[in-house]
């Protein structure tokens, strides 16, 4: 039996090697300092990024796979109605994404042509793998960036002692599941759908990120121990089908336009005319819905098995044939996933009902008689956070240097998601070099509004972008994202100064052409009236300008030349511009008025340290939902849902008495 003092000596030495084996681990450990982390290589964290690695910052950008950077899960399109205005203003304040889908589309269409300009929005169906594998091209060759295969499991942070801060908590790195640190002055969040993400086909459930990728099991932890409200969101995705099971001839052939707009400002309109491929569509029938009907006992939505929200524009099949039993059919798009794939995306049938109720509602669709699935239709629950957390940079109110972006913010859609990618990247940048951080409000941008509904609304639901969302869309075009907001791109450091110099020489162009078609005056001779009375247009009266007659609904540009012997050669985009700007002048000064208006609210700043529970008369109600949101201005708090005019203008009254 060992002495007492010999065990006391074995007992130190074991302490010491203990030390000694904890010190050379110490060692051992990766530990690397960069400016930025963005976690997550989808499409927001591509663009925020992109953003941050262009601006000089050194970037590292986290993915749980490097085959799933720009990932497209769902649909294989870029754009659709709003979400093209969101692609062209990303692309003016210099981000990624019209570049990308300008060289890798297959079919490319303006939508809402017989509407007025306010709601044309360009949609491309996307060569998934090759988008894919375009963008992450562009990243592998991006200066200060470098992409990393690997889960960050934890936020790293310490508390702020100024008790004057506004921030409670300060990011300092982040930690992968590996045990690798990296130290930063700002983290970008970016997670998607992977957040404790599960799919759900019927009664199988496998807990997967989308398209069977990892999920990320552990950062949730982390950001709520971190105080961080998170909440769980659900989306979905049809079925993918073989072509070669397809029965084309029964379907409605869809084709692309004849002349292709392309996305990028930048991108050579030569470039994107090119040979396309044609999408298909049909109808759902009573079948169809017949099958759904009797087997939404097995569907994991009204069976109760899923804990999160759907987005309400965007429903399962399922929930169509519930909610719309009137609808005898809906819609189903049959599109390519690309030029060296015989997949079809099923558009218009997501679903979570077992396999063997997806082939057979399938195969009651004209043309889907015989089909056969490659990859079956899924749920996918994941989790997110409250984006009233957010300031309208996209920084967390309590913690600085946290930006979060995408669907962790409860939105849904690739366009909705590199968005605000490339806004938390600017400002993320931003914030490390000193600088002010910029805010795009509602009437400068769609992505404005975006932003805006996120942190000032509570979104119980995905939030998904529509031109109805925009109160000022007739000022807010897809068509003149560039002129709008180039100018901003370029203050950034993201717009070439050539690139930025040919904005203002189109804005010159406009300019004088406009003037000069209103100082062209047309009197009624007899040639002026037999071309009117040949476009079937109301003869002239007394004498009048070009301007006024382009003003016609029957007339436009191009028909006008006949009358125009001083035109001179101009490019597309700006008669366009020139058309838009003429015919819509009433309209745009009316909605320019009100944007007036708008701006003095937005200009009202609302202290940080203000105390709601010292402004007098202010109702409960409103007080707390202040409290709640910490608006920046008094615009934003006056579209905070439970705050009242009346409550505004208590308000109003408070803050120049605070003031003075």
């Known amino acids: ?39 997550g290589a989808g499409h927001a964290g591509c663009e925020a990024a992109l953003a941050c690695a262009r601006l000089g910052l050194e970037t590292v950008i986290f993915t749980v796979s490097v085959d799933s950077i720009a990932l497209m899960p769902c649909n294989p399109n870029i754009g659709g109605s709003s979400k093209g205005h969101l692609v062209r203003e990303l692309d003016a304040l210099g981000g990624e994404m019209g570049k990308i889908i300008d060289k890798t589309f297959i079919q490319s269409k303006m939508l809402n042509r017989s509407k007025g300009p306010a709601v044309h929005s360009l949609r491309a169906q996307a060569d998934k793998a090759e988008y894919s594998r375009a963008m992450r091209k562009v990243l592998e060759n991006q200066n200060h960036l470098t992409i990393k295969q690997s889960e960050v499991c934890e936020l790293l942070w310490k508390p702020v002692d100024n008790k004057n801060n506004k921030f409670t908590k300060k990011i300092v790195g982040v930690k992968t599941f590996t045990g690798a640190v990296y130290e930063c002055k700002a983290v970008i969040l970016c997670t998607g ?10 009664e199988a459930i496998t807990y997967t990120g989308p398209n069977g990728l990892q999920a990320a099991n552990h950062l949730t932890d982390s950001l709520l121990s971190m105080g961080i409200e998170i909440r769980r969101f659900k989306t979905g995705t049809p079925a993918r089908m073989d072509k070669r099971s397809i029965d084309f001839s029964k379907m409605e052939e869809q084709f692309g336009d004849e002349k292709v707009v392309p996305f990028s400002f930048s991108t050579d309109p030569k470039d994107v005319q090119i040979n396309q491929v044609s999408c298909y569509l049909t109808y759902t029938n009573e079948k169809t819905h017949e099958i759904i009907r009797n087997n939404l006992d097995r569907s994991p939505i009204y069976a109760g098995i899923i804990e999160g929200t759907g987005p309400r524009y965007c429903p399962s099949i399922e929930d169509k044939v519930v909610k719309f039993a009137d609808k005898e059919r809906h819609q189903v798009f049959i599109e390519p996933e690309g030029l060296h794939t015989n997949e079809m995306y099923v558009g218009g049938m997501s679903s979570s009902l077992p396999e063997d109720v997806q082939l057979a509602m399938y195969r009651t669709v004209p043309g889907l008689e015989n089909c056969k699935i490659v990859r079956n239709a899924y749920a996918i629950e994941y989790d997110c956070i409250n984006p009233k957390q957010l300031y309208p940079t996209l920084r967390f ?10 669907q962790l913010n409860g939105s849904s859609g690739y366009e909705e998601a590199a968005a605000q990618g490339l806004i938390a990247g600017i400002n993320a940048a931003r914030f490390i070099f000193g600088k002010e951080e910029i805010v795009l409000d509602r009437s400068e941008a769609y992505i404005g509004v975006l932003i805006d509904d996120l942190v000032t609304k509570d979104n119980y639901e995905p939030y998904r972008m529509m031109t109805s969302r925009a109160e000022y869309r007739l000022l807010l075009r897809q068509d003149n994202a560039d002129l709008r907001l180039s100018e901003k791109g370029f203050q950034v450091g993201l717009i070439s100064k050539k690139r930025y110099d040919d904005v203002l020489n189109k804005k010159y162009l406009i300019e004088k052409e406009i003037e000069r078609l209103k100082n062209t005056k047309i009197g009624a001779a007899k040639s002026n009236q037999e071309f009117l009375e040949r476009h079937e247009s109301a003869l002239l009266k007394t004498g009048t300008n070009l301007a006024e007659l382009l003003c016609r609904p029957e007339l436009n540009y191009e028909i006008l030349k006949e009358l125009d012997s001083e035109r001179k050669w101009l490019p597309d985009d700006v008669i366009e511009q020139v058309e838009i700007e003429i015919k819509y002048e009433g309209y745009i000064e009316r909605q320019l008025r009100q944007v007036e208006q708008f ?11 203000l105390n709601y529970d010292n402004v007098p008369s202010l109702r409960l109600e409103a007080r707390q939902k202040l409290k709640s949101f910490h608006p920046i201005s008094v615009g934003q708090a006056s579209r905070i849902s439970g705050v009242s005019p009346a409550d505004i203008s208590v308000l109003l009254v408070y803050l120049e008495q605070y003031k003075n």
């Open 1 to 39: 039996m060992k002495s007492f003092p010999d065990f006391v000596w074995e007992s130190e030495t074991l302490i010491i090697y203990v030390f000694i084996i904890r010190k050379v681990w110490s060692f051992m450990e990766i530990r690397e300092n960069v400016d930025v982390c963005v976690i």
């Open 193 to 202: 759908t992977y957040l404790k993400a599960r799919c759900l086909c019927g």
């Open 397 to 406: 109110k309590d913690v600085e240097g946290l930006y979060s972006s995408g």
């Open 599 to 609: 701006k003095k609210m937005e200009k009202k700043k609302i202290p940080d340290d």
